[in-house]
């Protein structure tokens, strides 16, 4: 039987997934899968299977938010995917981290909702211990600008104190914010997937959040180039744990 939402059963065959939010990126990612095949599109979940290297994948986009995220890391979790990695955008909370470097991170701030209807923020969210090994490697390997580090993961953009906790976090030496890795991480670990997050940084820091997400929506160029640096890395990754038997 097919999943709710994600609209996909164990016949994909897949271990591996990169989820991107938005279900445009998948068109993106394309390029990089031999046999790509369209699998379905409901809702906000966009899916492709592709082979990439031998290593059957699938490509799914997740939408924005911890919700979104948490019911296609279950569902895909049913369909026998074992391995996900997220390849999101983010805006820096530092100075330093340019249009298009990859913030990897080696934990995320649980400042979202989904992850704690799971269980209470004590709880750590952090991310597979050789995906992310993986993911550095194949970044430094490639000669990708990257980060790694403590990111955070909040709920909305809009609030009246959206601002000020941003500059708290990042005094604390955050990387930057995103929506879903939070969640991705919590849910992950707790249902037994291995699971991590590249993001690519679409805003720096101190500058409009709006105005620099719409110039990624417009394909500028340098945050162009940082996802097909993470859609690289997340696929190296990923087949480095499938080929040593990790998926
Ligand atoms: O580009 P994606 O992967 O959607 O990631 C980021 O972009 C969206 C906000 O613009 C949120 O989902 C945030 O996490
Ligand atoms: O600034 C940003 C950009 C993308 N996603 C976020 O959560 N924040």
């Known amino acids: 039987m ?3 939402h ?38 906000e979940y966009r899916s492709v299977a592709g082979l990439y290297h031998g290593m059957k994948v699938i490509a799914m986009s997740t939408g924005m938010g911890g919700s979104s995220e948490s019911i296609a890391v279950e569902e895909l979790h049913h369909i026998g995917v074992t391995g996900m990695v997220r390849i999101g955008s983010c805006g820096a909370l ?23 209807a799971y269980v209470k ?14 993911i550095l490697s194949a970044a430094k390997k490639n000669g990708y600008p990257v980060h790694c580090g403590v990111i955070h993961s ?7 104190t959206n601002d000020a906790e941003e500059a708290a976090w990042s005094k604390l030496g955050v990387l930057g914010s995103d929506f879903e890795s939070a969640a991705l991480f919590t849910v992950g670990r707790i249902r037994g997937v291995r699971t991590a997050s590249i993001l690519n940084n679409v805003v720096l820091y101190g500058t409009s959040t709006e105005d620099s997400i719409g110039s990624y929506a417009d394909g500028a160029s340098l945050t162009a180039e940082g996802e097909k640096r993470e859609i690289i890395t997340a696929l190296e990754a990923l087949h480095a744990c499938w080929e040593k038997g990790l998926l």
Not at 121 to 134: H, N, Q
Not at 155 to 160: A, L, M, R, S, W
Request: hydrophobic share 40%.
């Open 154 to 160: 909040h709920e909305t953009f809009y609030t009246d």
């Open 94 to 116: 530092q100075k330093g981290i340019g249009l298009g470097d990859l913030v990897v991170g080696c934990g995320a701030i649980r400042d979202d909702g989904a992850s704690k």
């Open 2 to 4: 097919k999943e709710a």
């Open 6 to 43: 994600i609209q996909l059963d164990s016949s994909v065959g897949a271990k591996a997934a990169i989820l991107p939010g938005d279900p445009a990126r998948i068109d993106r990612i394309l390029p990089y899968l031999e046999h790509a095949e369209a699998l379905a599109y409901n809702r």
């Open 121 to 134: 923020d004590i709880y750590p969210a952090v991310p597979d211990t050789d995906l992310l090994f993986e």
